[in-house]
């Protein structure tokens, strides 16, 4: 079993997400924790698997997650200031669509955001959902893999050198 957890704000995440993350993780054999202020479709929790539901109150999932997320794991939101708060903790943050926020480049969403919010406040803003298909999922898988895999080698080569001391 690895060392690192995957962590999933599961509040808004797709299925097609979820079933990818379960699919990867139990053929490597990684820990994964999907976080959410309410029961979400899954299957029954597993030995690689488990399902923690938060209070109702807003960011409580997001808390939960900060507070136990360590920096070798993987956190996998939508939520762009959840994901700032994430980077400054150095922790390793992706959304769905394979996206992977750094300190380079979450200044930049962050303001993304806020001036999508000021539209939309102002009535000018679009519906916000843009469509989820096999090329959003696709670029997300890719992602995760890359960085799954990277992690899970470490943890490998961490034990090879941990042996060679013996």
Same mark, same amino acid.
């Given at each position: 079993?690895s060392k690192f957890v995957?962590?999933?704000?599961?509040?808004?995440?797709?299925?097609?997400?979820?079933?990818?993350?379960?699919?990867?993780?139990?053929?490597?054999?990684?820990?994964?924790?999907?976080?959410?202020?309410?029961?979400?479709?899954?299957?029954?929790?597993?030995?690689?698997?488990?399902?923690?539901?938060?209070?109702?109150?807003?960011?409580?999932?997001?808390?939960?997650?900060?507070?136990?997320? #360590?920096? $070798?794991?993987?956190?996998?939101?939508?939520?762009? *200031?959840?994901?700032? +708060?994430?980077?400054? &903790?150095?922790?390793?943050?992706?959304?769905?669509?394979?996206?992977?926020?750094?300190?380079?480049?979450?200044?930049?969403?962050?303001?993304?955001?806020?001036?999508?919010?000021?539209?939309?406040?102002?009535?000018?803003?679009?519906?916000?959902?843009?469509?989820?298909?096999?090329?959003?999922?696709?670029?997300?898988?890719?992602?995760?893999? #890359?960085? $799954?895999?990277?992690?899970?080698?470490?943890?490998? *080569?961490?034990?090879? +050198?941990?042996?060679? &001391?013996?």
């Amino acid at each position: 079993m690895s060392k690192f957890v995957i962590w999933v704000d599961a509040d808004s995440c797709p299925l097609q997400v979820r079933n990818c993350i379960l699919n990867n993780s139990k053929s490597k054999k990684m820990n994964v924790v999907f976080v959410a202020n309410h029961q979400i479709p899954c299957p029954d929790e597993s030995d690689v698997f488990k399902m923690v539901i938060c209070s109702k109150e807003a960011g409580a999932a997001d808390d939960y997650i900060f507070e136990n997320c #360590r920096d $070798t794991d993987i956190v996998v939101t939508r939520d762009i *200031a959840f994901a700032d +708060r994430l980077v400054k &903790k150095q922790i390793f943050v992706m959304n769905d669509r394979g996206t992977v926020f750094t300190k380079e480049n979450i200044g930049e969403r962050m303001s993304e955001r806020n001036f999508n919010l000021t539209l939309a406040s102002l009535g000018l803003g679009g519906s916000g959902s843009k469509t989820y298909g096999k090329k959003e999922l696709q670029k997300f898988a890719a992602a995760f893999e #890359r960085q $799954t895999s990277q992690l899970l080698m470490n943890e490998y *080569a961490a034990q090879i +050198r941990s042996a060679a &001391k013996e």
